[in-house]
């Protein structure tokens, strides 16, 4: 042990620590949670404080380096005071006592994980303690740093030049709003369809599921009139922000237990290898070392890892611990140990002898014969054709297509290419586990699936299920890739062997390996189009990458088929699709969950075949798109593995969507001189307009469900307890601005709690763009039921005579229209403690055979250096039709993210490997997503329709802007330089090779 003397936060303090100790772990140890980690190499910033001033990296420095240093963390921006009596944290709008930057933050909406909020502030006072005028490029190259998986940037820049300019006592410029345009109603809606010219199909019988004949049928288009608001459609800043801007604990990881042990996990090196032997005793008999598990220590229970409801779909084709190994990253042993460091050095001491095996990489090889069978095992359950590889075969078609290919004018087909990419949230995945004072297992995971998590492990840990409490605190990010059961058993596992409390936390090289990412597919798309412009028919046929395990393989290549055979009318559709094995990490859900590659190749694809027969894109596309009131007729024959059933599209602001955003990018441009060559000193720049057409879903109909519980309090605020997930995207604060609406109260009055399985309701869980929609009707239920106690309960005690039809609750009040009224505080007091004494009380349930899609135009500007390949995106902007946006300021964040992420897809996201299946790009910066001085510009118009089905006319927002900027920016680039470049990501090497043959 060292000694060492530091100022932290302004006090003297004395630390004894290890040689090899980090800096992170130090300040971590020392109660400095605000220090999170994020990678072990420096690379994502999340774990920066600043050291005599200046911003360091923690994980990469040792503690004795900070030696006789002052370091500075965001638990001293604004330090809690004693009393804290004026700290509402979940008050609208944020306490006095914080730092300007705070604020700042939470008025623009600069937090959503939060996971790398503390690590921004801190960038940011470095910056403004230096210059307090910083320009916009200084801010962003300051937080450039600290990786932002969320925000796409946007928002944080804007929050630290409103604290620059309350710093220089200048009065603080408004938080920016996306604008809304309100679509137009009936008008607009009869204007999309003038008649209905769907075309007539003389066959309308089906191939695929189900089998009964089916007729294509319009619903009658409904508009509805947006109610008047008070709290539902504002701004209002999240009911989380206060904490995760003061960097308090809230993180699965930000806490410590008596006697913790923490976990580590040997995984393999080879893509595929039987293990012939592994001696242990070696690690088992280092001194620290409480657990070594591998497949002997351990029952085998087959099983799927992906969070998806019962029953789950097959195959199960994983064991916790398995004598094989299948892609390099693949478990086979994990360790408890009393430190990190010595798990490290017990691995190190764990022997295996692999026979290594043939490896495939390639899934369309991968299907041969001869090729190397991956899952041999005989007790795996549901695989469609092991001996091929082939996890599943998926193939639905309905109309006629051999007749519309036969009657077309034209006939197009196409080959796309996407590949494989990782959500990278900066929170790594995380678990503890304990037992209980009730021999309980208590799991603390970032996950956005509590309940299917308690589902799967329960047979895995050989507990009933009532044994098991899961909890989740809030989550730094998910994307998707928290949609599954990952840690949890392993950990599980380690505290039952060893009755201690164990944490187990992945690398970020094991974020790469050993965690999910997105379905690579090769997709070929085959359409018939009338002499008219419309469509006949598409075919699609894919070939996906499910990797070493087969997961969400089924459900994610469903959606990509529904996803690409349902944003335009199609009078015979058919999606073929083999889902293959290979020896590489698992895809699994990814925010989009199959539409992006499927809408890449589709938008790509309109857009050649629009070209190709004379017409402009647009126009060709808005000649066959999905109108409201048609039916989406791949719903009745896909369902979600499940039966299926008719679907129609509720509401559309498509038109307004598209005629909004080519306003906005002032798309005519395109058409005038020197548009394409705006550097004339320099003409290899060529600047291209792209423009990509969405539609995704709102919750996954007739599955997804989920529940809410409420109580009236004696003051007259309500607990509001969801299983839903809020994984940082603000839909704690959405459910809760749904509840206040409802109930006439400000949003501070709802104390919101997700979740825990043992205290909150079922949720299917955060993914699948269902919360607002799915979780927010239960809210909506459970609050009418609610307020229907309170009116019942005030008229029969309170309000003598009121005519229970004609009160209101408004302004925390029960209002009657004779003038009387009386607080929700003297109700709650009155029900609880003095008449018909009683809890107000609700628990409601939400399931929907409507999942309304939302719809977006989503446009590009690039500029394309055909003398490098060098694709520069100077601007993204997406109109997008959520329906009503609940909270416009959260809305807007999600799709400045999401648009960001899709970015990464389309342009320098990528995991590569090499021929033996090692990763090569394992860690941030080879493995490239956008930093906050490399941004184009973001814009967001919200077109804003009324979605009947949805709480107060809500639909979903949080997937569809992963969908379009690929094939946007593919049309662009094809603008710019008039190639076509049907694979992603459009690296420099990729676009100048293309470049290159065009011109050959
Ligand atoms: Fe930045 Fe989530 S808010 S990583």
């Keep these: 042990m060292m000694h060492i003397h530091l100022t932290l936060n302004g006090e003297q303090t004395t630390w004894d620590t290890a040689p090899h100790e980090l800096l992170l772990t130090a300040l971590r140890r020392a109660g400095m949670w605000s220090v999170k980690h994020g990678c072990e190499t420096g690379d994502c910033g999340a774990c920066a404080v600043l050291l005599n001033g200046k911003l360091v990296n923690t994980c990469t420095r040792l503690a004795v380096q900070a030696h006789g ?72 190259e300051a937080i450039a740093g600290v990786l932002c998986r969320c925000t ?49 199909f003389p066959d309308d019988s089906f191939d695929g599921r189900p089998t009964e004949t089916l007729t294509r049928t319009r619903m009658p288009v409904m508009v509805v009139a947006q109610p008047e608001t008070r709290v539902v459609n504002k701004a209002e800043t999240k009911v989380d922000a206060v904490k995760l801007a003061k960097g308090r604990p809230v993180f699965t990881d930000d806490m410590t ?149 036969a009657a077309a004018a034209w006939t197009f087909e196409h080959e796309y290419r996407v590949h494989q990419v990782q959500q990278a949230a900066i929170e790594p995945h995380a678990c503890i586990t304990y037992w209980d004072e009730d021999d309980r297992l208590v799991v603390r995971t970032s996950t956005q699936v509590p309940f299917h998590v308690r589902r799967i492990i329960a047979p895995l840990l050989g507990l009933p299920l009532r044994r098991i409490r899961v909890i989740k605190p809030r989550i730094g990010g998910g994307f998707g890739g928290k949609q599954e059961m990952l840690l949890e058993d392993l950990c599980g596992h380690l505290t039952i062997a060893t009755g201690r409390p164990v944490r187990f936390e992945y690398t970020r090289s094991q974020e790469f390996s050993s965690a999910r990412s997105r379905h690579p597919q090769i997709i070929r798309i085959k359409t018939a189009v009338r002499k008219d412009g419309t469509l006949a028919a598409m075919r699609i046929k894919t070939v996906a990458d499910t990797g070493a395990y087969g997961t969400h393989g089924l459900t994610v290549q469903m959606v990509s088929g529904f996803r690409g055979l349902s944003t335009y009318r199609l009078g015979a559709a058919e999606f073929d699709c083999d889902v293959v094995y290979t020896n590489k990490p698992t895809p699994g859900a990814y925010r989009g969950y199959g539409a992006p590659q499927a809408l890449f190749a589709l938008e790509c694809h309109m857009d050649e075949i629009a070209l190709a027969i004379g017409w402009d894109p647009i126009e060709f596309k808005r000649k ?32 307004e969507c598209v005629q909004e955003g080519m306003r906005a990018m002032d798309w005519e441009r395109k058409t005038r001189p020197g548009f394409h060559t705006p550097h004339p000193d320099r003409p290899h720049i060529r600047r291209g307009l792209g423009v990509a057409l969405c539609m995704h879903g709102t919750g996954i109909a007739g599955l997804d469900m989920g529940a809410a519980s409420l109580k009236l309090n004696d003051d007259g605020s309500f607990n509001l307890l969801v299983g839903a997930t809020d994984l940082g995207t603000g839909s704690d604060t959405i459910l809760a601005q749904i509840c206040a609406e409802t109930l006439g109260v400000p949003l501070r009055d709802i104390i919101i709690f997700s979740s825990d399985t043992d205290f909150t309701p079922f949720d299917t869980g955060a993914y699948a763009s269902s919360t607002t929609y799915i979780s927010g009707g239960a809210v909506l ?68 055979y409507v999942s309304p899609p ?72 080879p493995y490239r997503i956008y930093q906050a001085d490399e941004m184009p510009r973001l814009d967001v118009i919200l077109v804003q329709t009324y979605e009947p089905s949805g709480p107060y006319g809500a639909k979903a927002v949080a997937e569809i802007p992963k969908d379009g900027v690929a094939p946007a920016l593919a049309n662009a680039i094809f603008d710019a330089t008039g190639v076509r470049i049907r694979q992603i990501p459009f690296t420099p090497e990729r676009v100048w090779q293309a470049l290159q043959a065009a011109r050959s």
């Design 257 to 405: 237990l008596p006697g913790m042990l923490h976990a580590a996990l040997l995984t393999s090196p080879h893509a595929h290898a039987r293990i012939r032997a592994i001696d242990v005793s070696a690690a088992r008999a280092l001194e620290g070392v409480h657990a070594v598990l591998t497949y002997q220590d351990i029952p085998r229970v087959m099983y799927a890892s992906g969070g998806q409801s019962y029953p789950q779909p097959h195959p199960y084709d994983q064991a916790s611990l398995d004598s094989k190994v299948r892609h390099v990253g693949d478990r086979v042993a994990v360790v408890a140990a009393e430190t990190p460091e010595i798990a490290q050095a017990a691995l190190a001491l764990i022997h295996v002898d692999y026979e290594v095996l043939p490896a495939v990489l390639d899934p369309v090889a991968a299907m041969q014969e001869g090729a190397p069978q991956i899952h041999d095992e005989p007790d795996a359950v549901g695989i469609h054709d092991a001996a091929h590889n082939r996890s599943h075969h998926i193939y639905v078609k309905h109309g006629d297509l051999q007749q519309a290919f």
């Design 69 to 140: 240093a002052a370091i500075e963390t965001v638990e001293h921006l604004a330090p809690d005071q004693p009393g804290r009596r004026d700290n509402d944290l979940q008050a609208s709008s944020p306490p006095a006592a914080l730092h300007p930057l705070q604020r700042a933050f939470i008025e623009t909406g600069a937090i959503q994980c939060g996971f790398c909020t503390p690590a921004q502030l801190l960038a940011a006072k470095a910056l403004l303690d230096q210059n307090p005028h910083p320009s916009e490029d200084q801010v962003r």
């Design 152 to 200: 796409g940037y946007a928002r944080p820049v804007q929050a630290v030049l409103r604290a620059a300019a309350i710093l220089r006592g200048e009065a603080a410029p408004p938080a920016e709003m996306p604008p809304i345009i309100f679509a137009s109603g009936l008008a607009a809606q009869e204007r999309q369809a003038p008649a209905d010219d769907t075309p007539e």
């Design 781 to 848: 239920k459970a609050a009418e039921q609610v307020k229907d106690q309170i009116i019942e309960h005030a008229v029969k005690h309170l309000l003598p005579g009121a005519d229970p039809e004609r009160v209101w609750l408004e302004d925390q009040h029960v209002h009657a229209p004779d003038g009387r009224k009386v607080s929700l505080e003297k109700v709650a007091l009155h029900a609880t403690h003095q008449a018909d004494q009683h809890q107000i009380m609700a628990t409601a349930s939400h399931m929907s």
């Design 624 to 655: 066959n798109w999905v109108r409201t009131g048609d039916e989406m007729m791949m719903a009745r024959a896909m369902g979600e593995g499940r039966e299926g059933f008719a679907q129609w599209v509720t509401s559309s602001g498509l038109e």
């Design 854 to 925: 939302p719809f977006a135009a989503q446009f590009v500007e690039a500029d394309v250096d055909t003398e490098t390949g060098q694709v520069t995106v100077n601007r993204l902007l997406m109109a997008v039709d959520c329906g009503v946006a609940i909270n416009p300021l959260t809305a807007a964040g999600q799709v400045e993210g999401g648009m960001v992420q899709a970015l990464g897809y389309a342009h320098c996201e990528e995991m590569a490997y090499d021929d033996e299946g090692h990763l090569l790009n394992p860690r941030f910066g």
